[in-house]
């Protein structure tokens, strides 16, 4: 067929222009795709980080347990046999953690802390430890060992077998005090951990603030999908002895956060799409204006109107086409790629705050989904955009337009 | 028989006292295998009139019969239709497709008027025709202005339309090669019995119609046709 190839030399008569007008259809799917991998990516990131670092999937504390880096310890959990029995038959695991802000001392160095107190056997059942790095072995609670963080050993700047003293009010308000060792230095994977975290196994938190009880449970369910439900009924057995509270809840006010800035990625790759498209508009406009005698040579041929809007929108359609997919291959290739590899927002999230569960590495989520709604969306501008300059040059009159100089 | 007839024709641009008539109040008819040629001068209407002929405008009064059917009432698709089928245009700018080769600005012709496949040999053998072999390959800009005209008719001829309208086809040409579009056209209109309709102000091309129609102020001044020696008839 003499038309497509028509239609496609016609494109590189000026191949500057429709370069630069492909470029921005490129930039505009590119934005988008790599966009909503990012956005998608932090989103993710977000929910398993509350999961993994101190949510778990359904997480009960006492009642009214504030927000915040507080972590008092005057109220405690009582778990009857009732939930024990819900909570190991409904549970893939579930742990019992003592979470309280003792200050740490090093020297004339002192540092509020948030320690936690764990079940070194039945922890890394509900908190995954795969991104965990960390120099030794687990802290010894007879030897009075702790884990410290990254955060605490370098506002203390101790390291491996240094001391500490770690002052810490009772469950009961006394005062107490106790000099342990720094058995390892470990790097959690989230910031809310890693910048003022001190780990250590339950018994020595016990032992610190003075009482058996947990301060929080955490568990693990079959599916994430499965919390509301499941904290549902554990909200009913507890009653107001404990507060329930799913990972969704804890991520609510980021993931509103979340989607009004998806919202905003959204609406700047539509803006960035209309100026491609206001750009594919002017190439196909222009180019209609530089060939008026050819096209009134086609319609004196017998090329319809219809025929000729044909033609310049399918020539806007090769651009559309030929920019979605160089814009798919850019920024799916990208976000494809951070899917696998990491990028690293450690700097970053140091300025966001030192309480931010989140993920220092942050992987893009590649959805093959949202590369052909790209893909679709800027054939779809492109033909639009195309559309009103090949109906200038389908209504050029005949007579006139093939004697044009 | 006729191919074309002009009924009474006016051809207006603008309205009241700005109202220019370009033609005026003119019938004709042009018969099948005629050799016709419409000169005058400048301004003289003859351009507005083969484009009325031609189905690429259409009378402000009066009727245009192109193959028995009247343009007046014709959609714009339909009048499309029809000079894809009947009418096969020579411009004096040659008007091919910059970026189509020779060959391809032929087979354009061809499938613009419904011939979808097989368009090659059918181009291919009227390039031969008007002295083109070789040249099949090579874009417009490759090739001299007479070839270029040469394509054109080519293109004009290969859908074996009933009429061929040639808005001053020599005058971009040199005196050479305007006189081998000149008998390229002639000799397809004697052996294959096309009908040609073009306009001039040529002398030398005007001498070769067999009928000649002059036109002065948008109307016909005279209609003289001729015999095969050029005498009157």
Redesign the interface.
Known sequence: ???P??AR??L??CPRRVILSMVAIVVGIGVFILGEGLVSGVTENLKVSSIESMNSHVLIRPPDYPEGIQHPVDELLEIDEEVRRVLDEETVAWTERIIFSPTAAAGPDHVRARAIGYDPVRDPEVFSRALWQVTAEKPDAEQNEVLLTTGVADLLNLSVGDTLILRVRTHLGAMNALRVSVSGIVETGFHNIDSMGILMSLSLAQRLIDADNPTHIGTRLESRDDSEPFAARISELLGDRAEVQTWQEDVQDLMGIQNIRRRALQIISAILLALAGVGMANTILMSAYERV??V????????????VTGLFVFEGLIIGIVGSILGALWGGGLAAHWAVNPIDFGDLIDVWGEDLAFSALVYTRFSMGTVLFGVGFGIVVSMLASIFPARVAASM???EA??AE | MAVCELKHVTKSYGTGPARVDAVKDISLSIDSGEFTVFKGPSGSGKTTLLNMVGCLDTPTEGDVIVKDRSVKDLSSRALSRLRASTIGFVFQSFNLMPVLTALENVELALQLAGLKEDTREPAAKLLSEVGLEGFERRRPNQLSGGQQQRVAIARALVKHPALIIADEPTANLDTTNGAQVLDIMQALNETHGITFLFSSHDPRMIERGRRIVSLTDGVVSSDERRDSSGGAG
């Open positions: 067929m003499i038309i190839r028509l030399r016609n590189f008569r005698r050819e009134g040579t086609l319609r004196s041929m017998g090329m319809t109107k219809q025929g009159p005949p007579a093939v004697r």
